[in-house]
Every structure is written in C-alpha cells, then in structure tokens.
C-alpha cells in the first residue's frame, strides 16, 4: 500500500462492488481528460474533399478521440485515475 493510499483510507472498508465503481469512475474521468487533451492535436488536420471533410468526419473524428482516451486510461493513463480514487475514498471517510 503506498502513501497516499494509507492517508486516504476510509474508516470502514468499501464493498468491493463499491471500490470496482470508483475504479470505473475515475477511469471514466481520466478517459475524458485525455480526450480533451488530444483534441487540439486532430483540430488542425485537413483532408481531401472528395472522401473526407464536412459534418460526418467531425462526428467520427470526436468518437475516436474518445476512443483513444479510453484505450490510454485503461492501460494506466496519465496516472489521474489513481488521485481521483483517492480524492473519492478521502471524501468518503468524511462523511
């Protein structure tokens, strides 16, 4: 158990069904946040008129976006996941 963990632990330990959401949770938010950091670098790329461009490849474009964020987050990201679980487990002993 690191540091941080044992400085944030609840006083009473979470169902695991509850621990697994919170995993899920701050997974889902790490995805989201590196999504938004990958938008700027698709933003600037042009493709050609006669397969590409217009309304559909912004939709598509967004969804794999996302898609990338959530493949980066699942394979341990940027490490955000880990702080935001201990951020929710620190709010849970408060209570």
């Not at 590196?34 to 670098?41: D, L, T, W």
């Not at 898609?67 to 394979?75: C, M, N, P, Q």
Request: net charge negative; glycine share 10%.
């Amino acid at each position: 158990m690191d540091a941080l963990s044992a400085a944030v632990l609840p006083a009473k330990p979470l169902a695991p069904a509850r621990a697994a959401e919170m995993d899920a949770v701050a997974q889902d938010f790490e995805a989201v946040f590196i999504a938004e950091m990958f938008k700027p670098m698709f933003a600037g790329l042009s493709t050609d008129p006669p397969f590409g461009g217009g309304r559909g490849e912004e939709v598509w474009r967004s969804l794999m976006v996302q898609e990338y964020g959530k493949a980066i987050a699942a394979r341990g990201g940027l490490g955000l996941a880990d702080a935001v679980k201990a951020e929710m487990l620190r709010m849970q002993g408060a209570e």
